[in-house]
């Protein structure tokens, strides 16, 4: 079973920067692809960025230039670089790994704790 660490809550001035830790742990062979995704009060969740294990990645519109998602693998953790940070960024941050279920095959969803990342005006 895969596990999912993020970091806690986070304080940054619109215009900063900031990294998000995600580490990972368990069977880390079956994850397919990391995602990180967020959810402002009263919001729908929406996708943020993603990397495949080949290392492609993929970024929301609103986040490109911005956002960086990367990865190390010798620390088996997965970063989420966000720069020129905006108080609409203001959200938790969720790590999700898609994962291979041993023996069965299907896909499903392992999901970090949650980061609260508050920008301030």
């Known amino acids: 079973q895969v596990q999912l660490v993020e970091s806690g809550v986070d304080l940054v001035q619109a215009a900063g920067s900031l990294r998000l830790p995600c580490a990972a742990s368990g069977s880390i062979l079956r994850i397919i692809t990391m995602v990180w995704y967020r959810q402002a009060p009263g919001k729908q969740r929406e996708s943020v960025a993603s990397i495949t294990r080949s290392g492609s990645t993929n970024y929301a519109d609103f986040v490109k230039d911005r956002f960086t998602i990367s990865r190390d693998n010798a620390k088996n953790t997965v970063y989420l670089q966000m720069n020129s940070l905006k108080p609409e960024d203001t959200a938790v941050y969720y790590c999700?790994?898609?994962?291979?279920?041993?023996?069965?095959?299907?896909?499903?969803?392992?999901w970090g704790q949650g980061t609260q990342v508050t920008v301030s005006s």
């Open positions: 999700n790994a898609e994962s291979i279920r041993l023996y069965v095959g299907s896909v499903y969803d392992v």
